[in-house]
């Protein structure tokens, strides 16, 4: 047996022995936890909890995956793990995703270490390559819904502008949106709105909804009602005009987004035909692509070719992309 199968034999033994230890341990501080609560001292009482019921118990996922808890506590990476899994609208624990970059970097290291026709070496870039993966998949659902978020944004303001006029309160208005309206401008709306009702200012809920959505609109949106606040004004009017901002800077970044297509396809397809080379002559004339991955020149020479094409892919990327 080789030495590859059995570092992974070790890892998945070890990874079945930490698993059935922590939940040993988690199952008895779960049961001191609800003897606590039921109001038992040396007598067990047993806490029935019915369906459909809210348990006063909370469960975290975080005694499951210890050794990724000790590293977002040793670290301090919860607070912003935590932000970056709220704002894709995912309702993980920080250490649920330092422990899914942690698995997929174990599965990339050992598939490309079994499996690639690559010197050994390559396989830690399989592992960062895993690793990766679950961060990506959270950034696209972050980026996804922030760009459902501001596609709804203008007709929320005008829906607030509209309520408003009817005799509603502001803070009212913020409730309705819940019931008009889809994700995620309904549960941000209707999160600011209870803050707000459970005797939070509603300077601090807006802050806090600023927070939550990195958006520029939205920061407008709350720098206006807060100057409204505290100058006074139609605050209606202003939520009309801020829609409609927002609506013609659509507008431009449609413009500018199709202008700058052709860069952008010019830079995918100038990065993609070295790779697609590249792919080619492993296949045509592999011993001369082996001389990149067994040669140490040709190591030198494959990251140094890498490093310039990302860089290259990068400064393009810059250009055609233009702010608005």
């Known amino acids: ?6 570092l992974v034999l070790l890892w998945v033994l070890f990874l079945g022995a930490w698993m059935v230890v922590s939940r040993y341990f988690k199952s008895a501080d ?10 038992g001292g040396k007598a067990k009482k047993k806490v029935k909890i019915e369906t459909g019921q809210t348990s006063v118990i909370h ?7 210890r050794f990724a808890q000790l590293l977002v506590e040793k670290y301090r990476l919860g607070p912003k793990i935590l932000q970056l899994l709220e704002q894709a609208g995912l309702k993980w624990a920080p250490a649920r995703l330092v422990h899914l970059c942690l698995v997929a970097a174990g ?14 070496v390559f396989a830690f870039l399989g592992a960062a390559a895993g690793g990766a993966g679950p961060f990506l998949y959270v950034a696209a659902k972050r980026k996804s819904r922030l760009k459902r978020f501001e ?11 509209r309520s408003m006029r009817a005799g509603h309160a502001f803070s009212a208005s913020l409730e309705m949106i819940h019931r008009e309206f889809q994700e995620p401008v309904s549960g941000e709306f209707r999160r600011a709105f209870e803050e707000h009702n459970l005797g939070l200012p509603i300077e601090v809920a807006l802050q806090k909804l600023a927070a939550r959505v990195p ?18 004004g139609n605050l209606a009017e202003i939520l009309d005009k801020l829609a409609y901002v927002i609506r013609e800077r659509f507008k431009l970044r449609g413009r500018i987004r199709a202008v700058s297509a052709h860069g ?6 100038l990065s993609i035909i070295p790779i697609a080379v590249g792919v080619l002559m492993f296949f045509t004339n592999p011993d001369y692509v082996k001389f990149f991955f ?21 400064v393009m990327r810059k250009i055609v992309n233009i702010e608005v």
């Open 215 to 232: 958006s520029l609109d939205v920061h407008f949106f709350v720098s206006a009602v807060l100057l409204q606040k505290r100058t006074g």
């Open 264 to 269: 952008k396809m010019t830079a995918t397809a």
């Open 294 to 314: 067994y040669d140490d020149t040709g190591n030198l020479m494959l990251g140094v070719a890498v490093a310039l094409q990302l860089g290259a892919y990068l």
């Open 107 to 120: 599965a990339g290291f050992a598939a490309t270490w079994l499996f690639a026709p690559l010197p050994h």
């Open 151 to 161: 596609e709804l944004f203008p007709e929320a303001l005008e829906f607030i502008a």
């Open 1 to 6: 047996m080789s030495f590859p199968v059995v």
């Open 59 to 65: 469960t975290q996922d975080l005694v499951k995956n």
């Open 30 to 39: 779960l049961s001191k936890i609800k003897d606590r609560l039921a109001g």
